[in-house]
């Protein structure tokens, strides 16, 4: 999913839900990935480590954006 690979992206994903929706009942944070140590280490275009770009800040970056504290 493209919008996992770049910061900005996912935070216009998260921007466009909001404009797009009247609310948000619930959000299911289920996307991951799973690199081999064959695969070598694969870096995201913002330069954070891609299982964690991918299996956590994706996650918190979305539900930041949908559900920002006051």
């Given at each position: ?12 994903f998260?921007?466009q ?9 619930v ?20 330069g ?11 996650h ?11």
């Amino acid at each position: 999913m493209p919008a996992r690979r770049r910061v900005s992206l996912l935070r216009g994903f998260g921007q466009q839900i909001l404009r797009d929706y009247d609310r948000l009942d619930v959000l299911v944070s289920n996307a991951g990935i799973w690199l081999t140590p064959e695969q070598g280490r694969r870096v995201s275009a913002d330069g954070h480590e891609m299982h964690f770009a991918v299996n956590y800040l994706s996650h918190y970056l979305t539900a930041a954006v949908e559900a920002p504290c006051a």
